[in-house]
């Protein structure tokens, strides 16, 4: 008997495995639409027979250490993108929908408990050698191993092993699978084992590394200046997702310290395009000769991408900001519709969620699917946290905001806090100061009116200008009180959300949880977005998160803008569709007899 029930049991499994329908295909997609089919040549918004030529001169803000993208010291150049190819690569026209890069193709089964990527057997990197799967395996456990934001993003990955020399399996933590785990490690970027192997993927260099992408790094000034070089035998320039794109000869990446002074070196030929966050610059700055001889463009571009959150982050994990009564009264004592009328002309929309400008955001009042949703994972919130209209502080823009400095004043005073002499000071007598680092003067302006407006009611607010490298070691380490950034969303939320919100995140360098926020039901509601079984269950989680990370005031939101604003020296030409959720503008191309005139005139 024993031995019959045996072999029932391994015939039980045998037949599971075998009901178990293994897909096979070009693409993945996480809304189930694809707009490319397997034999699709190239995508809709380039131009295939887009000719190749050119420099394209990019500023770039701050300044460099490393041509190592991965390692948690130093600071890495941006744009190794462009030297590295990932196995999977994103198209602009549609969300969440990711084609081959690397991969030819891809398999995983209807449980997504694993994924199997089968590598192109033309793949090679800059020195001739085939990309194998011993690369990709390689760069999973070394990637992960020193960069503790991979180490958060790919949690779930519990192996990464070679099948033979071109296909590789990623298998997915169990029980913990979702149709966006195959995905995930099809973003994965890919470097050489036989480079790394002898090298330390932990410290900052400035070794030019080996990669395998469109271009290489041909020359530099450390600290100050890159110059990528199109590489004419690049593997992949003929393949579907690649054709009609990376048109420029040279890509040279110029560094400043300084945002005005970079506008300025714009508009003076030193590099080629300016995108404008400053409305006040934008419709006062950009003037002068070039811009009346039409040497320089200006354009507005729409477009309807998330914009997730913009503004002041604070730090939890500082006193006293851990009290949710001091973030909520400096949310009061921020002056936003001054801010935007004199500074910005009014252009800008404020952040309302921490997923603005989406469908992935909670609302004034979430729906009662969403509240029942935030009752699951936080069962101590009550009606009020569930069904109160929640607002960020507005006032009228007349640079008083008397009343919700009042208001400002009673939160302070529920935190402990009473006005001695003039100064806001705890029950120990501390004085209320506060602390934000900036790598430019550019946002001065806007910092310097909250500045005004906390000493009305007994707090300091110090602006401390920090070089690159001082900034980014603070954020790094939470060693910051305040600081002023964007946190973009996807239009798919998911393994990003741990770096960004989780409790793990909080304490560990290097994420994003700049707010190191710790919540259980976040927590929760993260798992819940990562195994989200469909696009609208992911949306209502998504909101649920929303509207929790809300109520506990962790950022004082600014605004943005719903256009691209573009200015560019007129030598470029680009392809007549412009994709939704993108400029592309590696799809662009140089108009060489234009950049031959610009030179000779305008450019000594």
Known sequence: MTRFFVILLVLFVVNAGFCQQIIKTHAISLTDTIK????????????????????????????YDSFNMFAVKGVSMSGLGYIYDSLLTSSSDEAGTYYGLLAESIEYPDDYSWVIFNLRKNAYWHDGKPITSDDVVFSFNEITKVSPYYKNYYALITKAESLDKYRVKFTFKKGETSREMPLIAGQLTIIPKHYWQVRNLSKATLEVPLGSGPYKIADYSAGKSVVLERVDNYWGKDIPVNKGMDNFDKIIFEYFRDQTVAFEAFKAGQF?????????????????RYFDLGYIKKEEIPFNNGQGMRGIFMNTLKYPLNNINVRKALNYAYDYEWINKNLYFGNYKRCDSFFSNSPLSSGVVPSKEVQDIIKQVKPDADETFLTSPFYFPKNQGDNTNRKNLIEAVKL???????????????????????????????????LVIFQKALARIGVELKILFLDNSQY?????????????????????PGNEQRSMWSSSAALEKGTRNYAAVRDKAVDKLIDLIIKAPNRKDLELYTQALDRILLMGWYVIPSGFSDKYRLAYWDKFEKPKITPHYSLSISSWWINTEKERKINEMVIK
């Open 36 to 63: 490319y089919g397997a034999d699709f040549k190239h995508y809709e918004y380039v131009n295939p027979n887009a000719p190749k030529g050119g420099t394209f001169r990019r500023a770039l803000y701050g300044t």
């Open 272 to 288: 080629d395009l300016i995108s404008e966050g400053s409305g006040k610059r934008w419709y006062r700055g950009y003037t002068g």
């Open 412 to 446: 302070l005073q529920q935190a402990g806090y009473k006005n001695v002499d003039g100064k806001m000071v705890d029950k120990n007598g501390r004085p209320l100061i506060l602390e934000i680092g900036l790598t430019s003067k550019s946002l001065e302006n806007e």
């Open 472 to 492: 980014i070691e603070k954020v790094r380490n939470k060693d910051f009180m305040l600081i002023y950034t964007g946190m973009r969303q996807s239009e798919s």
